[in-house]
């Protein structure tokens, strides 16, 4: 077997892992049984070589890591039916005054009631189907990526070019720009830990960690033995980000110019170099052990402290669940405890 490194993502109520030719995504339902959908796939770096450079693969990775994330997402919340139980309990007290009505002898009343429930659920079913399409996901991904951009990298931009004002010193500017960008990522990372919601959804994230720790470790994939492996990982996409934060600081110090419109354009043509680069930087922290890839991700394991939480059981149960559908877990501790991949 050979070395594979398994990658996930929380989502609502459940896990995605990503192997090396499919994903999975393993949701707990409302009435306690877990759902598990498996998509097969084939990544841009199998497909040429140019997508295996260096730099180039961190981008590409980057909007892979992007669209299946916002996919697995939206697909999460369809197993949801909090929705469709309030819809369902309205059609019904609604049929049922129809019935009373009908009884009374009010037909026309009746019947008005019977087809707006009718056309209720008619259009219900076409919302539905409209839902998942592959346009409407790349649009939210569009939107969602476009909200990110102007927050963590346009308005700090913007901010911090108003010191222009006071100051000529262009590397004084650009590191109040970085630290701006990092408070303001932080600020919203911990804002959002407070939500009810996003607790659990770091708690499945808690639990993703673990489960890949302990995979990585050789040990049998139980809930017991997840549990005892760190919630922290090397390879998380909070570092990933904390590691964007920090390279875009140095390379913006190189650009100095007090024009608005330049600083703003530096930044957005620079965006898949700092996804390219920061990518490396975590390959190479993911995969190495010394005093300088230790270093490395340490600032993301602090702030790892405030995107996990210590899961329970049950997740730890959900994101076994999705890794057993992407590898052979048994054959792959085996390798791990024998030195035994190949090469």
């Not at 909070?238 to 354009?265: E, G, H, Q």
């Not at 602090?302 to 996990?308: D, F, M, Y």
Request: charge should be neutral.
């Amino acid at each position: 077997m050979k070395e594979v490194h398994i990658g996930g993502q929380a989502v609502l109520e459940g896990v995605m892992m990503k192997g090396p030719d499919s994903y999975a995504l393993s949701v707990r339902k409302p009435d306690n049984e877990i759902a598990v959908t498996v998509t097969e796939y084939k990544s841009f770096g199998s497909k040429s070589v140019l997508f295996r450079i260096p730099i180039i693969r961190g981008v590409v990775n980057f909007i892979e890591s992007l669209y299946i994330g916002m996919g697995t997402l939206m697909k999460s919340a369809e197993y949801d039916d909090t929705d469709a139980i309030e819809e369902e309990k309205w059609a019904k007290e609604k049929l049922e005054e129809a019935e009373e009505l009908r009884k009374a002898g009010k037909t026309q009343k009746a019947e008005k009631i019977e087809k707006k429930v009718e056309k209720r659920k008619a259009d219900l079913e076409k919302d539905k189907a409209k839902e998942g399409t592959s346009s409407e996901l790349i649009l939210t991904l569009i939107i969602s990526l476009g909200f990110a951009i102007a927050v963590f990298m346009l308005l700090p931009t913007f901010v911090a070019g108003l010191l222009y004002k006071v100051t000529d010193n262009s590397i004084l500017v650009n590191l109040c720009e970085g630290v701006l960008r990092l408070a303001i990522f932080i600020t919203y990372v911990w804002a959002i830990s407070k939500m009810k919601e996003i607790k659990r959804t770091y708690m499945y994230h808690g639990a993703e960690h673990k489960t890949i720790n302990c995979l990585e470790a050789g040990d049998e994939l139980t809930p017991e033995n997840v549990l005892k492996h760190t919630r922290f990982h090397r390879r998380c996409g909070t570092s990933f980000l904390f590691i964007v934060m920090f390279i875009s600081i140095i390379l913006f110090m190189f650009i100095r110019t007090k024009l608005l419109w330049l600083r703003i354009l530096s930044r957005l043509l620079l965006i898949p170099v700092i996804a390219g680069l920061s990518y490396e930087v975590i390959r190479y922290a993911g995969s190495h052990e010394n005093a300088f890839a230790r270093a490395l991700s340490q600032p993301g394991f602090w702030v790892q402290r405030l995107t996990t939480k210590e899961p329970d059981k049950d997740m730890c149960e959900v994101a076994i669940k999705s890794v057993e559908a992407v590898i052979d877990w048994r054959e792959y501790i085996s390798c791990v405890n024998n030195n035994s991949f190949e090469k």
